[in-house]
DNA sequence: ATGGTGGATGCTCCA
């Protein structure tokens, strides 16, 4: 089963994209955050004539908006709210008796300090509630969690450690709350799972740089993880880099995993 | 230290 996760920044904006995603890599699974449309305005037919009959939508008018579509059946289809908004940030579905999360964490605003910044401590709230969730869950059990997780964990997922410290996405309180996340059920980094922690690793470049690729000040905020009993099925591992430049591009990146 | 861009919306918010 090949999944795909990709921030793609409006889903409406990125259909011919996705169409060259199916052609370069046939995705059994793609998830997606930030559609930024509501469930009644999604493009189905779009996805249908892609391959994705099967959709599970959780769209709202502007801002956020999670998407699960498939090629085949999904089931059990449901949705989590945080921190009391229902703003759209979380899709549950099962696929061949594995249960599939798609998630799209806060960005948490410029200033990374929660006492003078209600957008990070928003963040920091939102990631331990839903640690504290899965926690609770069986780590025994096949699931997938991926999505735009908005932080960066290792020094070598951004361009330069010692400048992003102080930076939302790689300050270490972040880093510290999202290993936190990882460490409730075990989850297995399954990109990582391939990649040395030495080579630099990116999902993410701003749109404001004047050459994104000469450049390069890129970050990995963009994640897929399984559960201890899915890790020997975990066949191979790629971040679409050239996506980047894909007119007109999503700040994000595809993010693929195939599992055996 | 600063500003830089893009998307949805509608005279601004969010990333």
């Given at each position: 089963m090949k999944l795909v996760t990709w921030n793609v920044n409006s889903v409406r904006l990125r259909l011919e994209h996705l169409q060259r995603l199916e052609a370069l890599w046939r995705p059994d699974l793609i998830c997606l955050q930030e559609t930024k449309v509501t469930d009644e305005l999604f493009p189905r037919e779009a996805f249908a004539a892609l391959g994705y009959a099967h959709l599970a939508v959780l769209g709202m008018k502007g801002y956020n908006g999670v998407a699960i579509a498939s090629r085949r059946p999904l089931a059990l289809v449901r949705h989590q709210t945080w921190c009391g908004r229902d703003d759209c940030r979380h899709l549950i579905a099962e696929l061949d008796g594995i249960e599939v999360h798609c998630l799209y964490v806060p960005a948490g605003g410029d200033i990374p300090d929660p006492a003078a910044n209600d957008k990070f401590a928003h963040k920091l709230e939102f990631l331990d509630a839903v640690a504290g969730w899965f926690a609770g869950q069986d780590a025994a059990r096949p699931m997938v969690l991926v999505g735009d997780f908005n932080v960066a964990p290792l020094p070598t997922d951004v361009w330069s450690h010692k400048q992003m410290l102080?930076?939302?996405?790689?300050?270490p309180v972040e880093v510290e709350r999202l290993a936190a996340l990882q460490a409730s059920l075990g989850w297995i980094d399954a990109v990582r799972h391939f990649v040395p922690p030495e080579q630099h690793l990116y999902s993410w470049w701003s749109y404001r740089a004047a050459d994104w690729a000469a450049s390069n000040r890129g970050r990995r905020l963009d994640h897929i993880w399984v559960t201890p009993p899915l890790a020997p099925r975990l066949a191979r591992a790629e971040i679409l880099a050239e996506a980047r430049g894909w007119q007109p591009p999503s700040d994000h990146v595809p993010v693929m995993v195939d599992l055996a």
């Open positions: 102080k930076v939302v996405s790689h300050t």
